[in-house]
């Protein structure tokens, strides 16, 4: 059966339907309780105002549901599988020589393209809303309702010049102006490929603006040669204040498009870019995923028999199956981040594995 005939749009309409009311339902009582906690931790902060705790609220809101965001899926599922068995249309289905695969496709096809839109629409915005999440974080713990999110320990950032040269940048403390970061305290060391220092440049300050380090009250260390002062000159750099930023930022608030980009920067770094990677391969997988959350779905809500009873222990072996896959997905990635697997098995053993499971209980159903 193809997602374009009349049953696989009717199918196709009512995962969709469903997905959209678990989700509404998710991120009301998830949203609720943000509230909630926020209000309690600004409960003696009389400089803060019910609209920022709001506002905080909603930008940690796509963080929130991405977490559950598999289960979203499966509930849904199983709610539609459930009504199709209530009412007796998926009996009718299968009495019509419609085999279950041919029942599963359309669900699958919606699921799967619930999933591409998620990673290539709504994960940017919900990185760029979780940035600002952070941002307001910050401000409500410096109490600087103009801060921006930088380290208040200092930077340390090493940028590839070139195949032979390398730029390591220190700084005692940043902060961001507008589209401007300034930096006090400099130190910029270039050294080749075989750790043995070329120049030494501190500086009392500086600003990063249009591709260049704007740098004031200079002195300039090469071997042999004096030491010289200037009160200013620029330094030419591929950094931006973007990607600084990215250094302190976690994974997950790196928008899908851009990961590439940041993957290839760390590694001509020479920084470690395991997470990134794991996150990168982690959201390709994910409309997969879906899928085979959807088929564990499948197993514990299609029944073509609704006088056995059992329903709710159908409903909690379905939930129960669901946490135990995302359990072990977490622990599989763990180990991914950490090295002791490579990332894409990492990332693809914890889909295969509840894919293959359900689709061989699948097969059995349907022999038997």
């Known amino acids: 059966m193809t997602p374009n005939s009349i049953l696989g749009r009717y199918l196709t309409k009512q995962i969709l339907l469903n997905f959209l009311a678990v989700l509404l339902m998710v991120l009301g009582v998830v949203l609720l309780f943000e509230i909630v906690e926020l209000l309690r931790r600004t409960a003696e902060r009389y400089d803060i105002g019910f609209s920022f705790v709001l506002q905080m609220a909603v930008t940690k809101l796509p963080k929130t549901i991405e977490m559950v965001f598999p289960f979203v899926m499966m509930i849904a599922a199983m709610v539609t599988f459930w009504r199709l068995s209530k009412s007796n249309e998926f009996v009718i289905v299968r009495a019509a020589g419609v085999s279950i695969w041919g029942f599963l496709a359309?669900?699958?096809?919606?699921?799967?393209?619930?999933?591409?839109?998620?990673?290539?629409?709504?994960?940017?915005?919900a990185a760029d809303m979780y940035d600002m999440y952070?941002?307001?974080?910050?401000?409500?713990?410096?109490?600087?309702?103009?801060?921006?999110?930088?380290?208040?320990?200092?930077?340390?950032?090493?940028?590839?010049?070139?195949?032979?040269?390398?730029?390591?940048?220190?700084?005692?403390?940043?902060?961001?102006?507008?589209?401007?970061?300034?930096?006090?305290?400099?130190?910029?060391?270039?050294?080749?490929?075989?750790?043995?220092?070329?120049?030494?440049?501190?500086?009392?300050?500086?600003?990063?603006?249009?591709?260049?380090?704007?740098?004031?009250?200079?002195?300039?260390?090469?071997?042999?040669?004096?030491?010289?002062?200037?009160?200013?000159?620029?330094?030419?750099?591929?950094l931006t204040a973007g990607r600084i930023k990215e250094?302190?930022?976690?994974?997950?608030?790196?928008?899908?498009?851009?990961?590439?980009?940041?993957?290839?920067?760390?590694?001509?770094?020479?920084?470690s870019a395991q997470r990134h990677i794991l996150r990168y391969y982690s959201l390709i997988a994910s409309p997969f995923l879906l899928c085979s959350m959807v088929l564990v779905a499948a197993v514990f809500a299609l029944r073509t028999n609704n006088r056995r009873g059992g329903v709710m222990v159908l409903i909690v072996g379905g939930i129960s199956t669901g946490f135990v896959v995302y359990f072990l997905t977490q622990l599989v990635y763990a180990f991914g981040i950490n090295g002791y697997i490579p990332v894409g098995l990492a990332v693809w053993t914890p889909t295969l594995i509840t894919t293959l499971i359900s689709v061989s209980v699948l097969l059995h159903l349907e022999d038997g």
């Not at 359309?106 to 915005?125: E, K, S, Y």
């Not at 928008?255 to 920084?271: C, K, V």
């Open 134 to 238: 952070e941002t307001l974080e910050y401000r409500l713990k410096t109490k600087n309702p103009k801060a921006v999110l930088f380290s208040d320990k200092g930077l340390w950032i090493r940028e590839a010049i070139d195949d032979d040269n390398v730029m390591v940048l220190q700084a005692q403390s940043l902060r961001q102006e507008g589209d401007d970061l300034l930096l006090r305290g400099i130190s910029l060391l270039e050294i080749d490929r075989r750790s043995q220092p070329k120049q030494r440049i501190e500086a009392f300050a500086g600003v990063l603006k249009d591709g260049r380090f704007e740098l004031k009250d200079v002195h300039l260390f090469k071997a042999g040669e004096p030491t010289k002062v200037v009160n200013s000159m620029d330094y030419v750099t591929n």
């Open 247 to 271: 250094n302190f930022a976690a994974p997950e608030s790196i928008s899908f498009w851009n990961l590439p980009e940041t993957i290839r920067f760390y590694e001509m770094s020479g920084f």
């Open 106 to 125: 359309p669900v699958l096809f919606a699921t799967f393209f619930i999933g591409v839109v998620n990673v290539a629409v709504v994960n940017p915005l």
